[in-house]
């Protein structure tokens, strides 16, 4: 018996020391196998070595397929070190470091230099486009990538349009197992392809550039075509570049913000809804004295002219921008109506153009705080809870001169595969009915009285005539003498016979409209004229 207890514990024995001899050869085998899988694969890899000098990414374009970026060329020379292109080398770049590192490790350089022409045939030039300009232009709306991935703007927004595909330019050497570059062999070179792939945006980059070029310290211009809603301009003050992301993080102007997007105190701009609201309620032809001042239940509301104006209409209300004919003809509207007025001219209402570039709503006052006469007072005159941004103005420019159907706002026309074409026809413009058109004719009356019969206006271009109104926005923020800060605003459009362009001007704190905003108006009008 116990013998053959003897008998199984050898058997098991055998077959498990069997077992063990028979993984462990296996596992060597395998082992064996795998590094020779690696080294087969490293020496696959290892037949060429690609150097690669730069990166392209999709454009962002005007609506005339002007490029936004990608505008400037910049040059990556990429050889193997020797002692004859080393003078030529040397002469046509700052980047010293990796041509010295090549020369140590025998390994193939790539350096920016300042020209694309070499006599030397072991140079190769690659161009890759550099992203932003020095100065560049709408980049609040571009917004900046970081590690070739969007940021912020149009970057993000469109970031799998942009890079969509990995577009490097490159040059690729053969090599042997030991990684020493074969001399004699074909170089292959990987020039740049898709570079003008990319979106195309509803911008005018002439009419950007007049805008930009206005000197304003703190402000907006916003631009639209007014029979397509199209956004031709959208300039914000004071700009930003992506290299001095840390300068502008710390100002106290706030670079960063989109003023065209930001809402503001309107003031008398918003006149124009009141007109409206009083000519659905058909008191077009009503008559007011101003004496200077108004009192409502105890509240006395002045105007900017202390003696009076004395008796006037509605025309010559708004060309003298007289407060105390609006309030007492706020009295007479009913608030319900001229609040839902505001609402069909956009007001209080966000305007998306990408997903995240978007107008805030800005503020209306409830139907219970306009129950309020002296709310109402204030609202009929642009002041009180009232916000809105440039852009949601500019929009309301346009329905009155569109003949009361508002077009609303739109950023881009599409994507392009070429930089030539869009890839499919653009969607057609989207209308709000804002007012019967016979009283957004009367609303167009006013705005061209408000300009040209008015003696002491600033904004009357010398080459197109135009229409507008100015506001002077009270903040009730004051400075260190109690002077209250204004925004000072004017929104207008033209050619009058048959209008084409809305402009808005919004100076932050710039005092007077017809001081601040009027003359850039004008100049703005004019050299947009001068292009056609």
């Known amino acids: 018996m116990h013998h053959h207890k003897n008998n199984i514990y050898q058997r098991m024995l055998f077959v498990s020391t069997g077992l063990i ?35 392209a990414e999709g454009g962002i374009y005007d609506r005339n397929f002007q490029p936004f970026v990608n505008q400037k060329l910049r040059y990556y020379a990429v050889g193997i070190p020797s002692s004859e292109i080393l003078p030529e080398l040397f002469s046509h770049t700052e980047e010293i470091t990796p ?48 590690e070739h991935t969007g940021i912020t703007g149009l970057e993000s927004d469109y970031d799998s349009v942009l890079r969509k595909q990995e577009d490097s330019a490159s040059i690729s050497y053969t090599i042997d197992a030991l990684g ?27 009419i950007q550039a007049i805008c930009e070029e206005q000197e304003i310290q703190k402000g907006a211009v916003v631009v639209m075509d007014i029979s397509s809603g199209d ?60 004496t200077g001042s108004f009192e409502i239940r105890n509240q006395i509301f002045r105007c900017h002219k202390l003696s009076g104006h004395g008796v006037l209409d509605m025309k010559h209300a708004m060309i003298t921008s007289c407060n105390s004919y609006f309030i007492q003809l706020s009295q007479l509207l009913q608030p319900a109506l001229m609040r839902e007025t505001a609402q069909n001219f956009g007001f209080g209402t966000q305007i998306p153009l990408t997903h995240s570039i978007l107008s805030a709503s800005g503020t209306l006052p409830s139907i219970k705080d306009l129950n309020y006469p002296a709310e109402m007072a204030n609202f009929c005159f642009g002041q009180g809870l009232l916000t809105a941004t440039p852009l949601q103005v500019t929009q309301m420019t346009c329905g009155i001169a569109n003949g009361g159907k508002m ?17 499919e026809p653009e969607t057609a413009p989207v209308y709000a009915r804002a007012l019967k058109q016979e009283f957004s004719y009367y609303l ?80 703005i009008a004019d050299k947009i004229n001068m292009l056609d």
């Not at 090549?102 to 390994?107: D, Q």
């Not at 000072?488 to 048959?498: K, R, S």
């Open 21 to 55: 001899l028979f993984c462990g050869i296996l596992t060597a085998n395998l082992a064996f196998r795998m590094k020779d899988a690696v080294y087969l694969e490293t020496s696959l890899h290892q037949s060429q070595l690609t150097v690669t000098a730069g990166t």
């Open 99 to 146: 041509i010295l590192n090549a020369l140590r490790t025998g390994k193939p350089f790539s350096c920016e230099v300042n020209t694309s022409e070499f006599s030397s045939s072991e140079i190769h030039v690659l161009e890759v486009p550099e992203r932003y300009s020095e100065n560049p232009s709408a980049q609040h709306l571009l917004g900046y990538t970081l």
């Open 180 to 206: 020493n570059i074969l001399t004699g062999a074909e170089v292959q070179i990987s020039p740049v392809m898709y570079r003008n792939s990319g979106i195309v945006t509803t911008l005018d980059s002439r």
């Open 407 to 423: 077009p609303i706002a739109r950023l881009i026309r599409g994507i392009t595969k070429d930089g030539n074409t869009l890839a």
């Open 444 to 523: 167009q009356d006013m705005m061209i009285a408000s300009v040209n019969e008015n003696a002491s206006s600033n904004a009357i271009p010398e080459t197109v005539f135009a229409a507008g109104k100015t506001s002077t926005a009270q903040t009730g923020r004051f400075d260190e003498n109690g002077t209250e800060y204004c925004h000072a605003w004017i929104t207008g459009y033209f050619p009058i016979d048959n209008p084409q362009y809305a402009v808005t001007v919004l100076i932050e704190d710039g005092g007077y409209g017809n001081t601040a905003a009027a003359p850039i108006f004008k100049d």
């Open 231 to 290: 956004i031709l301009a959208m300039a914000s003050f004071p700009d930003y570049t992506p290299d001095k992301l840390g300068e502008a993080l710390c100002s106290p102007d706030s670079p960063l913000i989109n003023r065209c997007l930001y809402a503001y105190n309107v003031g008398s701009i918003f006149k124009l809804m009141t007109c409206a609201t009083a000519c659905t309620q058909g008191l077009q032809e009503y008559r007011a004295n101003c």
